[in-house]
């Protein structure tokens, strides 16, 4: 019950034992039709262009910014944790021309924020922010900046890596460009690859680039060579295939729960944790209003050493939850109720491991 | 018995089905120890800078040469299949001066090529060829190619992709600065991560980079602060936890093994499939000298659609065989004998099936 990676539920662990076949086996090239039609119902979008990673999220997001921005081009990086300052930092790797609008850990980002900082630079090519961020619990408005950012004539780069599947994405209806999760949040693989979906917009300006991605492997245009439907598939790399099974089985559940039910399930969850967290004497960070059901920050009590209890949730109980990052190091714990570990039991589990814990 | 992934081991398959633990839980982290240490034996080195890279083969290649060149870097590599040819466009994307020693497609990289082309560019830094080209079959002498390059002051680059645990490979008696290799060759685990190791020359050059590393998820300087055995492990990326236990499974049963008797294996089950292509009248296309055991490239003869004789054995034996790439495309088969597929029972069917499908 940390932050990621979640608990695998056994039909997932199942499926990745399954006997490795060829990348190129007309079973697997099946298999990937199916990964990619199931990608799109849990986007909610209809992106030709969709299609998992052979790596982990930190890498969907260079990917998202390496094939979308070339250098020199201006982009706006909204900063309200540690993922946003990751991509800042792909930005300043890649050439581009960072402009940050920051806002405080635990609050959401500032659509006003970020339009004034497109009306002071209304050169911007691309906007970036995410979605869930997984260093404070914070939901932050996609649909809303994305229409500040799309006024502005920008595409919008959106990390979603703990969002999607645990609360409320609309890919197309929120004109999201370039969304990318990962597999061991809400999805509830095992950690080590990511999902992505470029709109017919960002595919275009892939198209017309005037250089070459930096990166061979994240090379979208390669990499669509191997993933696309039409015609022959060729090689790019060997598409991690055991991890694809579990991406599928993983994808299948959510669609036999429906959206909206794993949606609602993670709200559920969340309250009778907070409910039994709070009648512990324990404060939630981050305000109800736009708070992440899947990722909980709650303030360590003053006089209590933080890591003692995690190690105590460990060794007694075989439980682990997630210590804080950045400025709230030391201060806050976070309790992940993503995907298959958002189950009652698991929050009885941890209400009550945290109540002998703090005795 | 395809070019790989090969067939991947009961014992590696129920490892990577173990449930999913956090990627800094102390149990992942002495997994992560285990993992290094029994990388170095594989290797066969002392290097302390020695990790898996959470994404293929492919991935790996692009951190050897984004960590150790510069733009502006001259870099030569060598090419003789489509390997070489990808490591040339990571140097020409990266902003290096690429200086290219080519060799006919089924041959070996020549060193004495290699020598004249240190000679007329005296001012190279890096030098990069394939060890096991899987695209032909063809193993080339590291130890010769590593102390020319070393003799020009440069750092080597070698890609042991399908060698490592197939064919004799020795990074630190043969001067190797930087090798590495995937996890879905010879090693027999599921494909997805990548393994690396630096010499103490390689790591140097690193830390004394001008510029950061273009890329943020491969960055070695980001990815040592959690790899590294002293400290805190600092959170840069989830790791694939189920990968690597199956990648420690693998090693370990590598180890147990023992290096030699694993690279005899590959050469016995080799010759017992030479001898049985043979007697059908199917000949290698790669001298004897320098051939692969693991990987063999096999004429198709006059007359047969390969692609034919490939569907076959899929469909009637369950069987996968490799087809040809770029120059030898449609004119070869690859036949795979890597880890656990180099078996006695996997050699027979596969005479035995190629036999049926040729009457």
Partial sequence: MGPGPSDVHPRVL???????????DPEFVGLMDDIKSLMRYAFQTSNSLTLPLSAPGSAAMEAAFANLIEPGDKVVVCINGVFGNRMAENVRRMGGELVTVEDDWGTQVDPQKLKEALQQHPDTKVVGFVHAETSTGVCSDVKTLCAVAKEAGCLTIVDSVTGLGGVELRVDDWQVDVAYSGSQKCLSCPPGISLITYSDAAAARVKARNSAVQ???????????????DGARTYHHTAPVNAMYGLHEALLMLHEEGLEHAWQRHRDMHNLLADGLGELGLNMVVDASYRLPQLNVVAAPDGINEADVRKHLLSHYNLEIGAGLGVFAGKVWRIGLMGYAARKENVLLCVNALASALK
């Fill in 14 to 24: 199942a499926a990745t034992a399954q006997p490795t076949i060829g990348h190129l």
């Fill in 215 to 229: 990166s061979w492997f994240l090379d979208l245009s390669l990499l669509m060579a191997y993933w696309d439907g």
